[in-house]
């Protein structure tokens, strides 16, 4: 989920007890801190009893549950936050990517795929501002071997987020598919200079590039990528 658009995933807050609003901002600041997990679910789970009604604390668990693989309690907390904020064009777009996520892994692939589509119409009515979204659903495309529908996806994120290198990754991986890969390695490259490319996608696209390059007989370029695939970006 993208940070810029966890303050605006709410249009109005409700007023929520001190208390919750206190283990709220706890169990958030703890999220993606994996030696503290067990207390941002704590936090998060009292923050949601105490404040039933305030979606983006159920927000917050749903989000925790995700990154652990709690498939269930994802699916509840993320339904719970989205059926108490209607008419959310950034609350629909974060929870139904949450619910399509925990659906397709826990083998619910019809109910992953209505998320997505809810989850994309959104994204797109607000002119695809988080790409991060949609790449999880190319994802789910991918696995389920819907290539094609990835691909013109693919292709989507390119033509309305041009700076988002990791569109351009993916296109890259289906032109080494299809043998292109002078082309494949040419889009790779690309997306190495472009933004929202997090140190395991810097990884993956020098280790893609390692390859091509090993397969084009550019012996030197690829030793340098896999050498860069190794190293802590």
């Known amino acids: 989920m993208t940070p810029l658009l966890i303050a605006m995933l709410l249009a109005q807050e409700p007023e929520v007890p001190a208390e919750a609003a206190r283990l709220k901002a706890e169990g958030r600041a703890l999220l993606v801190d994996r030696t503290r997990s067990a207390q941002a679910r704590a936090a998060l789970e009292k923050a949601v009893q105490l404040a039933p009604g305030?979606?983006?604390?159920?927000?917050f668990l749903a989000r925790w549950a995700c990154l652990h693989q709690e498939n269930a309690l994802c699916l509840t907390e993320a339904r719970a936050a989205l059926a108490l904020s209607p008419g959310n064009g950034n609350a629909s777009v974060q929870l139904n990517t949450l619910i399509g996520i925990a659906a397709g892994r826990a083998g619910q692939p019809d109910a992953a795929e209505a998320a997505f589509q809810s989850a994309l119409e959104s994204n797109r009515r607000m002119g695809l501002k988080d790409p991060l979204a949609a790449l999880h659903y190319?994802?789910?495309?991918l696995?389920?071997?819907?290539?094609?529908?990835a691909e013109a996806l693919v292709g989507l994120l390119i033509e309305r987020a041009p700076a988002f290198g990791p569109a351009y990754l993916e296109r890259a991986k289906i032109l080494a598919r299809r043998g292109k890969r002078a082309e494949a390695a040419e889009t790779a490259?690309?997306?190495l200079k472009l933004r929202w490319m997090d140190r395991d996608r810097q990884r993956a696209a020098h280790a893609l590039l390692a390859q091509l390059y090993s397969?084009?007989?550019?012996q030197d370029q690829a030793r340098l990528h896999q050498e860069s695939a190794g190293r802590d970006h």
């Open 138 to 141: 190319v994802d789910f495309l």
């Open 54 to 59: 305030d979606p983006e604390a159920r927000y």
């Open 143 to 149: 696995q389920q071997q819907r290539d094609g529908e």
């Open 189 to 191: 490259e690309l997306s």
């Open 215 to 218: 397969q084009l007989g550019d």
